[in-house]
């Protein structure tokens, strides 16, 4: 991997097309996570797991106690090319083909997440020790914009991606994704946080000089977006009351389901095509088998996004009555870790409509096999796009009225404009 990434210090091109430090030999898709093992130095059977976390505690001793003392990196030292060779090997296509003969998105969230971890390790390499004594962990997905061409799985697709931003122990990580002869197809922006070699302390990351203004603008814009994640975390409806225009909007719909024919705030009638919220949850449950961990012994972020997304396909499909289309991916926050071997509950239901749009927002929560405490760990946001006009959402309570709120300031945050959205199939 390492001698690979100096061939991207002699093959320069845009960074805007993904693809400044093109290597004539991109990673395979399989190599990323053998890559990762290999950088992390795990074990390839559950068995071994405990001998391989112990070996990691060895590692401790290399992480430096300020950040000031680690080399600074560049944007090019990160940047990775990697192959999904879905035209070439027809047996890796059955494991990322739809029954509508498109591409499973949820497969693709799940490389997304390993390529951003393999990145991260490219910014932080350690020419001295063979293992890295960071553990590096998706502490967010910014957002995900598909943009507008359909995803074939009869052809290759390839993703790129590089650090764009770093603070002391979190980095930014932007990945692209191209088809048909490079066409961009995806944007992401991913946040990943070091950790000790334990996965158990912070720990520091090298620093990132951005080389020329392109990099330069890309850096502000990591600035920008932490400001942009602080701002709208201090304003969310769990801490601080919706603003007047927003209460306006509650009252409003408060109004519209008040039975005209009796003087009453308790007797409510739905409008003509609408739908109440409450009747579009869908809920999940799953095992979380050692098959499902990352190279931490936790449970991958790419399997409870897939997990995720999928749910939230379902319910965008079964409230719309047709083939919806995920358009944007937005604040995926992983606040806790899931440890092997926990119950995974995922709820989800659809928060905002308009138009074509429906806005779906899945609760993650688990516990153990021995406890029966529910434990937050993540909450998703998903955009969708139906191919038909859909109903109208209703809240009945104050607690539904917040989730309509939150999903509309979601929906209103996505970043490429409405019209731009039309006709590409991306199905789970
Ligand atoms: C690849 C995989 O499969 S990983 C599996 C999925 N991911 C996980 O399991 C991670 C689960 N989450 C966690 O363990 C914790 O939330 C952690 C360790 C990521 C963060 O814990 P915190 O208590 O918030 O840590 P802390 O306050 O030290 O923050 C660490 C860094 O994360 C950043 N951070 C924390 N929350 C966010 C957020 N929502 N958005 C952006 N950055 C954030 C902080 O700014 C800080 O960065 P800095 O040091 O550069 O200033």
Not at 269 to 291: F, G, N, R
């Amino acid at each position: 991997l390492w001698t690979l990434n100096k061939g991207l210090l002699t093959h320069g091109r845009g960074l805007s097309q993904g693809s400044q430090y093109k290597i004539s030999e991109p990673l395979h898709i399989h190599q990323v996570r053998d890559k990762l093992r290999e950088i992390v130095g795990v074990s390839t059977v559950w068995r071994d797991h405990v001998k391989a976390m112990e070996e990691r505690k060895l590692l401790h001793s290399f992480l430096p106690k300020s950040q000031k003392v680690l080399p600074p990196r560049k944007m090019r030292d990160s940047y990775i090319e990697v192959l999904l060779p879905l035209g070439t090997d027809p047996e890796l296509r059955d494991k990322y083909v739809t029954v509508q003969n498109t591409v499973r998105f949820g497969r693709i969230l799940e490389d997304l997440d390993s390529l951003g971890v393999l990145v991260c390790y490219m910014h932080n390499h350690n020419h001295s020790t063979k293992m890295s004594p960071l553990s590096i962990v998706t502490v967010l997905v910014d957002k995900i914009d598909m943009c507008k061409h359909s995803l074939s799985p009869e052809q290759d697709i390839k993703f790129t991606g590089h650090v764009s931003w770093v603070g002391n122990t979190s980095m930014e990580v932007k990945m692209k994704m191209f088809q048909e002869k490079y066409w961009p197809v995806l944007d992401a922006t991913f946040v990943m946080v070091a950790r000790d070699s334990e996965n158990k302390g912070p720990a520091f990351v090298n620093p990132l000089i951005p080389e020329n203004k392109e990099e330069e603008e890309l850096f502000k814009q990591g600035e920008l977006n932490k400001s942009r994640r602080i701002a709208f975390s201090t304003s969310s409806l769990l801490k601080v009351a919706p603003s007047s225009e927003e209460r306006n909007i509650i009252h409003e719909l408060f109004l519209t389901t008040l039975d005209p024919k009796t003087i009453s705030f308790q007797s409510r009638i739905l409008p003509p095509k609408a739908v109440w919220m409450e009747d579009t949850k869908l809920k999940s449950l799953d095992i979380c088998h050692p098959q499902e961990r990352n190279v931490f012994n936790r449970i991958f972020g790419g399997f409870l996004m897939r997990k995720a997304y999928e749910l939230a396909w379902a319910t965008a499909c079964s409230f719309g009555g047709s083939r919806p289309y995920v358009v944007t991916v937005d604040d995926i926050m992983f606040q806790k870790p899931v440890e092997v071997g926990s119950l995974l509950f995922l709820s989800s239901q659809v928060c905002f409509t308009q138009d074509n749009y429906i806005q779906v927002r899945v609760h993650s929560e688990v516990s153990s096999l021995d406890s029966r405490e529910h434990m937050t760990t993540n909450v998703f946001h998903f955009t969708f796009m139906s191919e038909k006009e859909v109903p109208l959402i209703f809240p009945k309570t104050y607690g539904e009225s917040m989730l309509y709120l939150d999903g509309q300031r979601h929906f209103k945050s996505m970043s490429t404009p409405v019209t731009l959205k039309k006709d590409y199939p991306v199905e789970p």
